[in-house]
């Protein structure tokens, strides 16, 4: 398996788009892995910030072609909700919570883009669900996207809490583990 100081080797290229958003490609084996990490606003931000975000968004999504994979993980600062409404093709259906205006832009952008939200895809505990948690609230805001087509390479996804995370956030991981097994058979 390939461990985590092994993947500085498979780094092609880096780019902050701004603030909030960084890409990261990568070159493992035959497959080209495009990894986004992302920082939304906060719901009591200026909509002018938050506007920038999802063009930003945008613009690194037009950015990746299909054949490609690709992982976006981070903090979007909104709620998906506890189930998938009319997001059914983008929400998988578990969730925590009530949706809010973060959490729709996000499932807008997933569909808009044939995204699914990994986390919401897999029944899980409270304490494997929630991303973030204060003395005052417990929320999910947290999320893992991959390409729609590539559901099946997430085998598993779930928060671990931890001493040494920042603040009140908490580690989201998701069990890629089918891809690291191709990659391995196809050397």
């Known amino acids: 398996m390939v461990e985590v100081r092994q993947l500085r080797e498979f780094v092609v290229e880096v780019r902050r788009v701004n603030d909030r958003l960084m890409t990261i490609k990568l070159v493992v084996g035959e497959c080209m892995l495009n990894v986004v ?11 002018e910030i938050k506007r920038r975000f999802w063009e930003g968004s945008d613009e690194i999504m037009r950015s990746i072609p299909p054949a490609e994979r690709l992982f976006i993980g981070g903090d979007f600062n909104g709620h998906i909700g506890s189930s998938a409404g009319s997001y059914t093709e983008a929400h998988g259906g578990f969730g925590f919570g009530e949706q809010n205006g973060g959490g729709t832009s996000l499932l807008d952008f997933a569909k808009a883009f044939e995204l699914l939200i990994a986390n919401s895809s897999f029944l899980k505990r409270e304490e494997h669900l929630v991303t973030f948690q204060s003395s005052v609230a417990k929320t999910h805001i947290d999320y893992l996207l991959l390409w729609r087509c590539d559901r099946r390479l997430c085998e598993d996804c779930k928060v671990i809490s931890g001493e040494i995370l920042a603040m009140q956030h908490r580690l989201l991981v998701m069990d890629i583990g089918i891809m690291i097994r191709r990659k391995k058979r196809s050397v």
Do not use: I, Q
Not at 37 to 47: F, I, K, N, Q, R
């Open 37 to 47: 990490s992302v920082y939304a606003p906060h719901a009591s931000l200026d909509e």
